[in-house]
């Protein structure tokens, strides 16, 4: 059952994980990318609930080789996520990658490759290659406008748009 503090809380969020999902996606980054290199995943939501993160897809299980240092998605590997969403009745909300140090501001191949070119996608920036735990203060959020850009926040007002709760929803 749903608290009314944890409702307050969770309204007006661009993203909501519960504690476990956010926990083990940042260490199944960390993972992915050894320490060394860069890793990154979808975040998937129903349609109706978009904002309600329910599945994560990784980039290395959809193309193996796109984890290089960098991250060189293939284009073929758009099909599978694409089949994975039509057969579960899913959306791709987010994608989230790492960077190596501190910095979670996007790079400018970052600015100009969105991973979802379709306005209010969200694309998160986790640092030190997700090797420490992270909070969603740490994390950059960027929401990509389309030919507006992208609209930034960091801090608190990255925190102010990914709710992690231990809460289920409705």
Known sequence: MM???ASRRSR???????????????????????????SGAFLL??????????????YDDLDPRCLTGNIHFHGLAFSKLWDICESEGLVVVADVH??????????????????VACAGHIALIVPHLATRSVR??????????GDDGWTSWFGREAAARIGVTRWPWP
């Open 98 to 115: 790492t960077h190596p140090g501190a910095s979670v501001h996007q790079s400018a191949i970052d600015v100009e490759n969105p991973m």
């Open 3 to 5: 608290t009314i503090w």
């Open 12 to 38: 007006g969020k661009l993203l909501r994980l519960r504690r476990g999902q956010w926990r083990n996606l940042i260490e199944e980054l960390g993972r992915r990318g050894e320490g060394r290199r860069e």
């Open 45 to 58: 939501a129903p349609r109706s609930e978009k904002s309600h993160v329910t599945r994560v897809e990784y």
């Open 136 to 145: 969603p203060r740490q994390v950059g959020v960027h929401q990509y406008a």
